[in-house]
């Protein structure tokens, strides 16, 4: 079962930017989002609310990663790679935190659909398929360095984050702010658009009569975000955001 896992999550290594969207748009498709939850109202926008603040905390636990320490992601030429093995930063917390932070986000997504099925399904699969990738990455990782990645796995959990080492991981360490935007800004604009658009499936979707206004507003958060990430594109490409190198 283990090296059929390794082999999905190799394909999923190279493909999931493709496989993810249309993953997510067949779950959101596939059952109609209602107006309420067990037949409740406010278990609805409970989980609506819900949806935007584990978003913000994946964000933000990602960002806590880039900030202190980096790993290439992407691999090589799409392909499992680490040049270095990185146990500094939150990777003495747990060994896959940027992981932690993308399942957080797709959570808060299926959140925001509302469905108890969708949110089930979508939850499950996407944990599944980060399972099936980390296995792949394992893989990789222990035979490249060997016993000193047997130790540090037996040191540092998979998933689950250590927060009671924090203090002693980040110790001597700075917080890059530019790095965390160079790095991560169109993750940080691709989540806000993948929410505004789901928010404005679900108005479509559920009401007969449309409110034009809340659909235009939140047309013109997208818009927003689309300039914005433009604009740090823009900057990073004139080097505001290049990390100054120490002789």
Request: hydrophobic share 50%.
């Amino acid at each position: 079962m283990k090296s059929l896992m390794i082999s999905i999550g190799n394909f999923l290594f190279r493909y999931r930017n493709q496989v993810f969207p249309v993953i997510i748009v067949a779950l959101f498709v596939s059952v109609r989002p209602a107006g309420e939850i067990a037949g409740s109202v406010t278990l609805e926008k409970a989980a609506n609310i819900a949806g935007w603040l584990v978003a913000g905390l994946g964000l933000l636990f990602r960002a806590t990663v880039i900030g202190y320490a980096y790993i290439q992601r992407g691999g090589l030429n799409k392909k499992v790679y680490a040049k270095n093995l990185v146990t500094a930063g939150m990777f003495s917390l747990c060994r896959n935190p940027l992981y932690v932070g993308n399942v957080l986000i797709y959570t808060a997504i299926f959140l925001i659909h509302g469905s108890p099925a969708v949110m089930t399904a979508g939850i499950l699969l996407f944990c599944f398929m980060y399972q099936c990738i980390v296995y792949a990455e394992e893989a990789f990782l222990e035979e490249k360095f060997g016993d000193g990645y047997k130790a540090y796995c037996a040191d540092v959990p998979r998933w689950i984050p250590r927060f009671g080492r924090f203090s002693q991981a980040t110790q001597g360490m700075t917080f890059n702010v530019k790095r965390v935007i160079a790095k991560d800004y169109s993750t940080e604009s691709a989540t806000l658009i993948t929410l505004l658009l789901a928010e404005i499936y679900q108005h479509v979707v559920r009401t007969t009569e449309r409110d034009i206004r809340h659909l235009l507003f939140l047309a013109g958060l997208i818009a927003l975000t689309v300039l914005a990430t433009a604009f740090v594109s823009r900057l990073k490409k004139r080097g505001v955001f290049n990390e100054n190198k120490t002789p």
